[in-house]
């Protein structure tokens, strides 16, 4: 079943409130903030508020804050490289199941991929040689595709190569 809801004092930013309660001036403004999922926007006020309070424990629950904001940053930085190689290891299964087909374009698939690559290569070369505007988003994603392409291409041809000296 789905993960019990846990009540907001016992939560890990509700302990940080309570603490910080006779401190943060807009309390109303953070519960609110909360109860409508605007986490950032709760921390950002309990901050602001800590950063310009004159009480002694301030800097203390400051010091709290931010380090327990740095322990979920790499909470998260941890939970996304992980979808990496989880999706990076899916694709690498995919183009090897490809190359166990009987279809000329799954087996040839790659070749013309890098081909594509290096043929756009050439065709952005000369549109910068030109000075062309070209959008940023299209160097982005042209950047990210060709980047996969060419990867996957040399990284499963030494795969393969490998796999094939093993068997023989």
């Given at each position: ?5 846990k009540?907001f ?8 409130v309570?603490?910080?309660g ?16 605007n986490?950032?926007?709760?921390i ?9 309070s004159d009480?002694?424990e ?13 322990e979920i940053?790499l ?7 992980e979808?990496?190689v ?5 694709t690498?299964?995919r183009?090897?199941?490809?190359m ?7 087996k ?8 594509w690559?290096?043929i756009?290569?050439?065709?952005l070369?000369?549109v910068a040689?030109f ?11 042209f950047?990210g595709?060709?980047?996969s392409i060419?990867?996957g291409y040399?990284?499963?041809r030494?795969?393969e190569k490998?796999?094939?000296k093993?068997y023989?």
């Open positions: 079943m789905g993960k019990e809801k009540a004092k016992e939560t890990l930013f509700g302990k940080i309570n603490k910080a006779g401190i943060v001036k807009d309390l109303p403004k953070v519960v609110g903030q909360v109860a409508a999922g986490y950032i926007g709760a950002a006020t309990v901050a602001g508020d800590l950063a310009s009480s002694p301030a800097p203390a629950i400051l010091n709290e804050l931010t380090l327990k904001m740095a940053e909470e998260l930085a941890k939970i996304e490289l979808e990496f989880v999706a990076e290891t899916n690498t299964k183009w090897e199941a490809d166990h087909s009987d279809s000329w374009l799954s040839n698939i790659r070749p013309l991929g890098m081909s690559v290096l756009m290569t050439t065709i070369l000369v040689w000075k062309v505007e070209t959008p940023e988003a299209v160097l982005m994603m950047g595709l060709s980047t060419t990867g040399y990284v499963l030494t795969v490998r796999n094939t093993k023989k």
